[in-house]
């Protein structure tokens, strides 16, 4: 038996909205953010390389990692909210990816990283930031 959402107050009955049994009658639709998308194809190519970088230089790889991983989620909780709130996120996703940008142009110059997959990357960062730009400037 499939029950639907019980807005009454009946606690205690197992047909709370905390129930697991408890459904939605209309699913939810999925909306994909594309610099979403593509934030998660640049944060794992930048984590792949940032894990082949030599311990002496760990700490910085360890900032690519955090950086890299703070914009998908950022731009994935932005999406969530509304008004300042979702700026908010918006902007400090704009800022890591600034963040990796920086980092991963260091361990290329440090010979590193393979410079070529990094220009990639980068390239690729290069473009959520623009994405990300007109998220919060849409009418600039």
Not at 12 to 20: A, F, H, S
Not at 99 to 127: I, M
Request: with cysteine; charged share 25%; net charge positive.
């Amino acid at each position: 038996m499939q029950r639907t959402l019980d807005i009454g107050c009946r606690t205690g009955l197992g047909m709370d909205m905390n129930d697991p049994e408890v459904t939605m009658s209309k699913p939810v639709a999925h909306t994909n953010l594309i610099a979403h998308e593509k934030a998660l194809d640049a944060a794992g190519e930048s984590i792949a390389l940032a894990l082949k970088v030599p311990a002496p230089l760990r700490s910085i790889a360890d900032q690519v990692i955090r950086a890299a991983n703070s914009v998908a989620a950022n731009l994935a909780e932005g999406q969530g909210r509304i008004g300042r709130d979702r700026l908010h996120f918006w902007r400090i996703a704009y800022a890591s990816a600034r963040e990796v940008d920086s980092h991963l142009q260091l361990l290329a110059r440090a010979g590193a990283v393979d410079s070529g997959r990094a220009a990639q990357v980068l390239a690729t960062f290069d473009e959520v930031r623009a994405m990300i730009w007109r998220l919060i400037n849409p009418t600039r």
